[in-house]
């Protein structure tokens, strides 16, 4: 990253929920941005934590034994191995982080796996 990132102007590229844009790196991590709306898909990873921060909206973290409800400027690490499905009932925008290389359904994969795209 040589710039600033405005995350508002990259999420406004976003045409789609469940399809992640990278805006950039921290070492081998990817930090990207997405748009939560409707549940996604029951999935674990098992080789890394999966960190989420609320930007906008409201993100309802479903995990077996409990749900997790996040508001902006709210942060959740789902643990490794931790089975967990995002939902939000209104747009949320949410900025991830997470291993270069990690699929968006963790071990499920689907129709919902979506390709890395750099904004």
Known sequence: ??????????????????????????????????????????????????????????LTIHLRDRDIELDPGEVFVVPRG???????AEETHVLLIEPDGTPNTGDVGGAMTAEPRML
């Open 1 to 58: 990253m040589n710039d600033k990132i405005n995350l508002a102007a990259k999420l406004a590229l976003l045409e789609e929920p469940y399809q992640p844009g990278v805006v950039g790196f921290i070492n081998d991590y990817k930090l990207q941005v997405v748009k939560v709306k409707g549940p996604f898909v029951w999935h674990k990873h098992d080789e890394t934590d999966d960190f989420f921060l609320v930007l906008s909206g409201h």
């Open 82 to 88: 931790v089975e967990h499905c995002p939902d939000a």
